[in-house]
């Protein structure tokens, strides 16, 4: 479903106003993701773990469609992102931790409603679509409640939804619990786990610091360590192995080796 080869991701990096003089022509830039390359299953559900700074973010966004790689390619269901990217997004839901992706001054189901008819939704079906996604999250009786007047927590359920205009073979969750309380995260992971993953050959990815939330959500882990993939692993054999998952993963943190067989 999703092939990754030798991806490396580089950013061009702002100089300091001495090297416009010394260096002008000079660029530097920062890599990323250096050498990545992965192959994900339909079904599987794959927790990305490391550290801030590991990659996990900016992989998720090349495979989302939202970044282009530098060099290496990947295909979605078969399409390449980079020729063919229309094709390769549109069972692709990416659902971001960014509050500034809606309109605050429009209720819940408004900033659906617009985001929906993006999607090509029209007419009944757009109302029933916005409808059946607000229910899914659980956010029927805050629909006509303004984005501003929202919690932290619901506003992660609205940043689903929409993530599921599409009804996507894909779903892609960057730190879907970040900012939320142990309540309000513990909601939010029922319903992916109990509603947005009833199709049990949806894939999801999820970029996540939290151990138990891996497994809770996943079967698998991707752990990523200064741009690069160190160990892709099931979770049950974590654990056969290394007891804990917090055990696997303060021994991948605190070592150079590579995990990957």
């Known amino acids: 479903m999703i092939i990754a080869d030798n991806i490396f991701m580089q950013y061009p990096m702002p100089k ?4 416009y003089i010394t260096s002008p022509f000079r660029s530097h830039k920062f890599t990323a993701l250096k050498g990545v390359s992965l192959n994900i299953e339909a079904g599987d559900r794959i927790a990305f773990l490391g550290t801030n700074g590991a990659g996990k973010t900016t992989l998720l966004k090349i495979i989302g469609g939202l970044l282009y ?3 290496g390619s990947l295909t979605v269901n078969g399409h390449d992102t980079k020729k063919e990217s229309l094709k390769a997004k549109k069972k ?3 659902v971001l931790n960014e509050e500034r992706s809606f309109y605050w001054r429009l209720t819940g189901r408004q900033n659906l409603l617009f985001f929906a008819s993006l999607d090509n939704f029209s007419g009944d079906g757009l109302h029933k679509k916005v409808d059946d996604l607000m229910d899914l999250v659980g956010l029927q009786e805050a629909k006509d409640k303004i984005f501003a007047g929202y919690s932290s927590g619901m506003k992660q359920k609205l940043a689903i939804a929409r993530g599921m205009i599409s009804s ?3 779903l892609i969750l960057d730190e879907p619990t970040r900012t939320l309380d142990p309540i309000s995260a513990d909601d939010i992971a029922s319903i992916i786990s109990k509603r947005v993953h009833v199709n049990k050959d949806r894939t999801l990815l999820i970029a996540t610091h939290s151990l138990a939330e891996a497994q809770r959500l ?6 990523m360590k200064k741009g ?3 160990d892709f692993s099931s979770i049950s054999d974590i654990i056969d192995k290394y007891k804990t998952l917090e055990n696997y993963y303060k021994l991948i943190i605190n070592s150079d080796k590579n995990f990957e067989s």
Request: hydrophobic fraction near 40%.
């Open 16 to 19: 300091k106003y001495i090297e």
């Open 69 to 71: 790689p530098t060099t």
């Open 92 to 94: 692709v839901g990416f």
């Open 168 to 170: 996507p073979d894909i």
């Open 218 to 223: 996943c079967d698998k882990v991707c752990f």
């Open 228 to 230: 690069a993939i160190v």
